[in-house]
C-alpha cells in the first residue's frame, strides 16, 4: 500500500502527473483569490481546482467546493477524505496563515490524501513540503512558534519560566491548605 498525504511526496523529487489541485483554505478567503490566478497561469486554464472551506460562496475559478461544516460529525469525516482521495489530487495546497481556521483539518487533510503538498502563508508566497525545502520549513515553523527575532528570547524565557511557576502554585494551594487544616484542627 503506498503512503499517503505528506509522507508520499517528502523524500521523493518525483512531481506527480498534474490532474487536480486541490487548495485547502484555512486563512483568509483573500488568499485564496489571489492565489488562484497565479496557479492558473503556472499550470494552466485546463487543471481544475477544487476548494476545501470553512466560507460561504465560492471564489472565481473553483471546479468544486467542500464544505467542512457539511462533514462536522465524526461519523462523517471519513466521508470526507474518501471523496478527496477519490479525486487522485496530485497537488494539493494548505494555507498556513498564523490564524486560528481550519487547522486540524488541514492536517487531516494533509496526512489522508495522497498528494503533494504545497504550503501558502500570509504574503501569497509557497514552498513545498519536500526535504529539499528542509530550511524553509524550519524557519516557516520557528516564526510560527515565535522562536525567531527578538520574540525568541521571550518565548524561551517563558518556556524555562512556566515549569517553577507551577510549582510556586502548587506549594502555594499546599501550604494555605495545610494552614487551613491546622487551624480547624486548633478549634
Same mark, same amino acid.
Given at each position: 500500500?503506498? =503512503?499517503?498525504?505528506?509522507?508520499?511526496?517528502? $523524500? %521523493?523529487?518525483?512531481?506527480?502527473?498534474? %490532474?487536480?489541485?486541490?487548495?485547502?483554505?484555512?486563512? &483568509?478567503?483573500?488568499?485564496?483569490e489571489? $492565489?488562484i490566478?497565479? +496557479?492558473?497561469?503556472?499550470?494552466?486554464? @485546463?487543471?481544475p481546482? @477544487?476548494?476545501? %472551506?470553512?466560507?460561504?460562496?465560492?471564489?472565481?475559478?473553483?471546479?468544486?467546493?467542500?464544505?467542512?461544516?457539511?462533514?462536522?460529525? =465524526?461519523?462523517?469525516? =471519513?466521508?470526507?477524505?474518501?471523496?478527496?482521495?477519490?479525486?487522485?489530487?496530485?497537488?494539493?495546497?494548505?494555507?498556513?496563515?498564523g490564524?486560528?481556521?481550519? &487547522?486540524?483539518?488541514?492536517?487531516?487533510?494533509?496526512?489522508?490524501?495522497?498528494?503533494? /503538498?504545497?504550503?501558502?502563508?500570509e !504574503?501569497?508566497d509557497?514552498?513545498?513540503?519536500?526535504? @529539499?525545502?528542509?530550511r524553509?520549513?524550519?524557519?516557516?515553523?520557528?516564526?510560527?512558534?515565535?522562536?525567531?527575532?527578538?520574540g525568541? /528570547?521571550?518565548?524561551?524565557?517563558?518556556?524555562?519560566?512556566?515549569?517553577?511557576?507551577? +510549582?510556586?502554585?502548587?506549594?502555594?494551594?499546599?501550604?494555605?491548605?495545610?494552614?487551613?487544616?491546622? !487551624? %480547624?484542627?486548633?478549634?
Amino acid at each position: 500500500m503506498l =503512503p499517503s498525504g505528506l509522507v508520499r511526496y517528502l $523524500l %521523493t523529487r518525483h512531481e506527480p502527473p498534474l %490532474t487536480r489541485i486541490l487548495l485547502i483554505e484555512s486563512g &483568509s478567503r483573500a488568499l485564496v483569490e489571489g $492565489l488562484i490566478p497565479h +496557479l492558473r497561469q503556472v499550470w494552466g486554464c @485546463d487543471v481544475p481546482i @477544487d476548494l476545501v %472551506t470553512c466560507y460561504a460562496g465560492v471564489p472565481e475559478g473553483i471546479s468544486r467546493v467542500y464544505r467542512v461544516t457539511d462533514y462536522a460529525s =465524526p461519523q462523517r469525516r =471519513p466521508e470526507l477524505i474518501r471523496l478527496l482521495r477519490e479525486q487522485r489530487y496530485s497537488i494539493a495546497g494548505m494555507i498556513c496563515s498564523g490564524e486560528p481556521i481550519m &487547522s486540524k483539518w488541514k492536517w487531516l487533510i494533509a496526512f489522508r490524501v495522497p498528494a503533494k /503538498i504545497f504550503i501558502v502563508n500570509e !504574503n501569497g508566497d509557497y514552498f513545498w513540503i519536500h526535504r @529539499d525545502y528542509v530550511r524553509n520549513m524550519r524557519e516557516f515553523l520557528l516564526v510560527r512558534l515565535g522562536l525567531s527575532g527578538a520574540g525568541a /528570547i521571550r518565548t524561551l524565557g517563558r518556556l524555562l519560566i512556566f515549569p517553577f511557576s507551577v +510549582l510556586f502554585l502548587l506549594l502555594y494551594a499546599c501550604v494555605a491548605h495545610l494552614r487551613r487544616a491546622v !487551624n %480547624t484542627s486548633r478549634l
